[in-house]
């Protein structure tokens, strides 16, 4: 299936449904959209963008914030697993949504109001965790920059391979390795 975006122009969804998530009760402040893919832009920034799958104009940056801050666990509520159906807590991703301003580093991250994903099931939920310890604009730009250093200097000591890949791809969703940040309160 072809999507039309306004950021990654064409982009393939396999027709089986692999790169497609649900999120029933859409993302907070977009209830009215449920169907996403995970597009990975190939870029090195180690960002993913969540594309709506109904709405072209609607993609967000999300992350893994255990990139940026190790420590990070999102807690869930015996409420949150069952409308997740999430019996098995490591078959779960979760996901920062970003904000990047135009100068980059003053980007943020939404560590209040993850993104959490079933990986077995493909649906995901927005919750709001109820640690208080935790910024809707999370300042990470410095973290990540140093683990992206990382990652190029490990490729240059293992010399790293050039890709022919698409300039972006639809991440399938059962590729994603799960982020074991997942609780239960």
């Known amino acids: 299936m072809i999507i039309k975006t306004a950021r990654f122009g064409q982009?393939?969804?396999?027709?089986?449904?692999e790169e497609i998530i649900t999120i029933p009760q859409g993302?907070?402040?977009?209830?009215?959209?449920?169907?996403?893919?995970?597009?990975?832009?190939?870029?090195?920034?180690?960002?993913?963008?969540l594309q709506s799958i109904e709405n072209p104009d609607l993609s967000f940056p999300v992350l893994e914030p255990k990139i940026f801050k190790p420590d990070y666990h999102a807690r869930l509520s015996a409420l949150e697993l069952r409308e997740l159906n999430l019996a098995n807590l490591s078959q779960s991703a979760v996901f920062t949504v970003l904000t990047i301003p135009e100068d980059i580093s003053l980007?943020?991250?939404?560590?209040?109001?993850?993104?959490?994903?079933?990986?077995?099931?493909?649906?995901?939920?927005?919750?709001?965790?109820?640690?208080?310890?935790?910024?809707?604009?999370?300042?990470?730009?410095?973290?990540?920059r140093i683990h992206l250093v990382t990652i190029a200097s490990q490729k240059r000591i293992l010399g790293g391979e050039i890709s022919d890949t698409p300039a972006c791809v639809p991440v399938p969703i059962k590729s994603i390795p799960p982020s074991l940040t997942v609780k239960n309160l």
Do not use: R
């Open 107 to 144: 980007m943020t991250a939404n560590l209040k109001a993850p993104i959490v994903i079933n990986l077995k099931e493909q649906i995901a939920k927005q919750v709001v965790l109820q640690e208080n310890d935790f910024s809707i604009k999370h300042p990470m730009f410095k973290e990540l």
């Open 11 to 17: 982009i393939t969804v396999g027709e089986m449904g």
């Open 27 to 49: 993302l907070l402040g977009f209830p009215d959209f449920t169907k996403y893919c995970l597009v990975d832009p190939i870029d090195e920034t180690l960002i993913l963008w």
